[in-house]
């Protein structure tokens, strides 16, 4: 707070990536007040191909831009306002590759599908535009009771997104599209109270509120497939409001040993409005329907017990119990229904029209044993092994639903519907080293092994093969259990080395980046993964001495183009695949002052 600062840099790297970042802090009033701003600025080319020359893609464009007050009126008192506004342009995460040639424009003569990763082909500008702003508010109060924090914050976001259904250009036709907006918008409130020690007793208790109000709207189906052209629109919001009361004490039974124990209640209310509609509906002519609300509510706790080994080693044991909470699933809203049609039809005809369908709260109990520990005033090594059981696990699956019958011809629309899985469970270890080797040299690492199946999962469904190119089937209702969950490799591995030489001439530093993963499966029945991969990133820089601040860096990540998954979209219309870029290199010049 006592004096000005800052550092800024530009940068330029393949596909004409060009960026801008900079910070600068400066006191207003000496050790009172002080301001920080900092931004960042990145322009891209698309490293996509789209083989329909005619439809250009989207370029990338990002900027981020962050400003802080900070002022401390007493030495017991600091308060922190933060605001920050972004935008992101880049459809990098829509652009569809077809797994196995799999997408059904290879059922339409003439149609244009890429054969290579990073082509695509679409006869429809696929886009991404997400806008976001905040802002937060800190207040930090000490007191010779204890310590009051106070923190609240705003945050709204708005995303409008062109996806296609399946990867392929149908001459004279736009395919399967889904033009998304999505709404998001939340604000929170949190006390807390953290005690000094009483003697050999010390404890933390708060509350919090949070409210959330997210969904479509709206989102958009259009198809437009020789013989058939259909649209449907999708109206659904949740609101939600939850709050939570916890507390936490510590006891330090001796010098070296302590135990900890804490209780959280928490309660959610979740609301849902919404329609699914026939044709294109504007947001200003969008119905939004209240179907309801469901309130869930929890106990979780905490125990701890921490071994002070030595004055550089903790060894600890945790069980804790955790919750997430249920879900109305805004796609299961009866199409062209209103609560009360849908009651009126049920009158008629008894189970004729489905209320929108929830899931229940996910709940976890974890066992976690471990070791901190600072081997030597170089070596820092943390080491834990852990167990969790997981309850009612929310799971997202892909379903085609018909909204006009009968289907086919009338087309379906692909939806993530959500469901409970019974059990599931998950064990492991992971290692963290911190070592300085020398003056020199510095080196990081981590190792995670990870075994995460399914222990019950009796009513699970998955897309498979078909043995066409065309599209994918959906099982019957078939047991998962023993499967591996999706997105938890069973193991991961990360190093990362930096080398620093001071020299007459300046400060010279070269840095090794790499990171290895076993097998992910994105699916709960195994079928789609991404295969063991390993990426590795470089950067060299140099400090000259006869210009204080300056630094010029060369880097590249992912130097050796290894096809790493982004994204991806399963459905019965194809196998959906994006990937991440491939080698990105450049020079980034920056001065801090």
């Known amino acids: 707070m006592d004096r000005l600062g800052g550092e800024v840099s530009v940068g330029y790297g393949n596909f004409d990536t060009f960026t801008m970042k900079g910070f600068i802090t400066t006191p207003i009033i000496e050790d009172k007040l002080a301001i920080s701003v900092s931004g960042f600025r990145e322009t891209a080319d698309n490293y996509f191909e789209n ?51 799999v997408t059904a424009a290879n059922a339409y003569p003439g149609a244009i599908v890429p054969k290579k990763p990073y082509q695509v082909a679409s006869n429809v500008r696929q886009t991404e535009d997400v806008k976001a702003k905040g802002v937060s508010l800190q207040i930090n109060q000490n007191t010779s009771a204890g310590d009051f924090t106070i923190i609240g914050s705003w945050d709204e976001s708005s995303s409008l997104t062109t996806s296609p259904a399946f990867a392929g250009a149908i001459p004279g036709f736009n395919g399967v599209n889904f033009f998304s907006g999505v709404y998001d918008e939340s604000w929170s409130a949190e006390a807390n109270f953290a005690s000094r020690k009483f003697g050999r007793f010390s404890f933390v208790a708060g509350a919090n509120y949070y409210f959330n109000n997210n969904g479509w709207d709206p989102t958009v189906s259009r198809t437009d497939l020789p013989g058939t052209s259909s649209d449907v629109t999708l109206f659904g919001k949740q609101k939600t409001h939850a709050y939570a009361f916890y507390g936490e004490a510590t006891l330090e039974v001796t010098d070296d040993l302590s135990i900890i124990g804490g ?85 008629t005809v008894p189970g004729s029209c489905s209320f929108p369908t929830s899931v229940e709260p996910e709940k976890i109990t974890a066992f976690e044993l471990g070791l901190k520990s600072a081997i030597s005033s170089r070596v820092n090594v943390d080491f834990a092994i852990f167990y969790n059981k997981l309850k009612d696990m929310q799971i997202l699956t892909f379903q085609d639903a018909c909204f006009v019958a009968p289907c086919p011809p009338n087309p379906t629309t692909s939806l993530g519907r959500l469901s409970n899985a019974a059990q599931g469970k998950m064990y492991g270890a992971e290692l963290t080293l911190d070592a300085r080797l020398s003056r020199e040299l510095r080196v990081t690492g981590a190792i995670s092994v990870l075994d995460a199946t399914f222990s019950s999962y009796p009513n699970a469904t998955w897309n498979v093969y078909n043995g066409t190119n065309t599209s994918l089937d959906t099982t019957p209702v078939v047991s998962a259990t023993g499967k591996q969950m999706p997105r938890a490799p069973k193991a991961t591995a990360s190093l990362s080395a930096t080398y620093t030489k001071e020299l007459d001439l300046g400060t010279f530093s070269f840095t090794a980046n790499g990171y290895a993963s076993e097998r992910i499966f994105y699916d ?23 210009v204080p601040g300056l630094t010029v860096t060369g880097w590249g990540t992912n130097i050796t183009s290894t096809r790493v998954m982004l994204a991806n979209f399963y459905n019965n219309s194809g196998a959906n695949e994006s990937y991440q870029r491939p080698a990105t290199y450049g020079l980034r010049v920056g001065y801090s002052f």
């Open 524 to 546: 709960v029945g195994n079928v789609f993964d991404q295969k063991a991969y390993a990426t590795l990133g470089l950067s060299a820089s140099f400090s000259p001495a006869a």
């Open 51 to 101: 083989l329909v020359p005619d439809v250009p893609l989207q370029n990338i464009k990002n900027y981020l831009v962050r400003g802080k007050i900070l002022f401390t009126p007493t030495s017991d008192t600091r308060i922190v306002l933060n605001a920050f506004k972004s935008r992101h342009l880049g459809a990098e995460t829509v652009q569809f590759f077809p797994r196995n040639d």
């Open 263 to 347: 209780l959280r209640y928490s309660s959610e209310k979740r609301n849902l409005k919404g329609s699914i509609l026939p044709g294109v509906v504007s947001q200003e002519d969008g119905l939004r329907y209240d179907w309801g609300s469901r309130t869930f509510n929890s106990v979780t706790q905490r125990a701890s017990i921490r071994y002070k080994v030595n004055p550089n080693s903790n060894l600890y044991f945790t069980y804790s119990t955790g919750f997430k909470s249920g879900n109305l699933d805004n796609t299961t809203i009866p199409f062209a229904q209103s609560p009360e049609s849908c009651a009126t039809a049920n009158v």
